[in-house]
């Protein structure tokens, strides 16, 4: 009876999160990734989820959320991608 | 500079000495596999750079192995591309600076002949172009049927 309630919570937990409220972080690091790439990367996706960048020490901290799964398994990589074509270009 | 296969994760990491090859080498290299891979580049210990490359379709471990040659030869390229570019730097600098001299316009006759005259107007037309056939031949076609 308890294990059926446990599960019934979980199925719940799990609808109201809704297929979309999907997140990643992606950790990038500054010397190769800098901001100016990283803003243009994040205007570019930002249809897509809602992103936030912070700086951690020698790294960027992007943290994406409001994906759908299909999203979800592309985008960080992808980002990562963008960012850097981005950081050649201006280079 | 020898490369990590992580078949699950379709992947395959690469450790590049910064002493060899440059940062922008190593940069200028993974852009080339950007349509094809997922690059990661990162800082690794003793001032080496770590890149890691993930095959966007599935890959097997042979073409994994491959990847990781390919982009160990084009390190080899960018590098020598880089050398090249600084060698013919002032050469190239002469080259451009020659062909925005000669694009200048001349003093002179040639210069005045180049430039509009002021008195035309747009309506002028003194070889007669926009008359239309007709009025400028018809009389002579006429006059040559009538014979």
Known sequence: ?91 | MNPTIQAAKNMVSIQVDEKVFPRDVVVAAAYIFIDRCYIRLERALRGRVLARIKGKKKLSRNQLVNLADEFENELLHQLIRRQVAERTDGLREVIVGRALFSAEPESGAEAAQAEPQEDMDYLDDPLGIAIPWEEKYGDDKKEEEGQ
Do not use: W
Not at chain 1, 18 to 41: H, M, N, S, W
């Open chain 1, 1 to 91: 009876m308890i294990k059926k309630k446990k599960k019934a919570s979980k199925v719940k937990a799990k609808a109201k999160a809704g297929p979309k409220e999907k997140t990643a972080i992606l950790r990038l690091d500054v010397a190769f990734y800098p901001q100016a790439a990283l803003k243009q990367a994040k205007e570019a996706f930002a249809h897509l989820a809602s992103i936030e960048i912070r700086r951690q020490g020698r790294q960027r901290v992007i943290k994406f959320g409001g994906m759908s799964a299909a999203a979800a398994r592309k985008l960080p990589d992808e980002f990562a991608n963008y960012a850097l074509s981005c950081a050649v270009v201006e280079a």
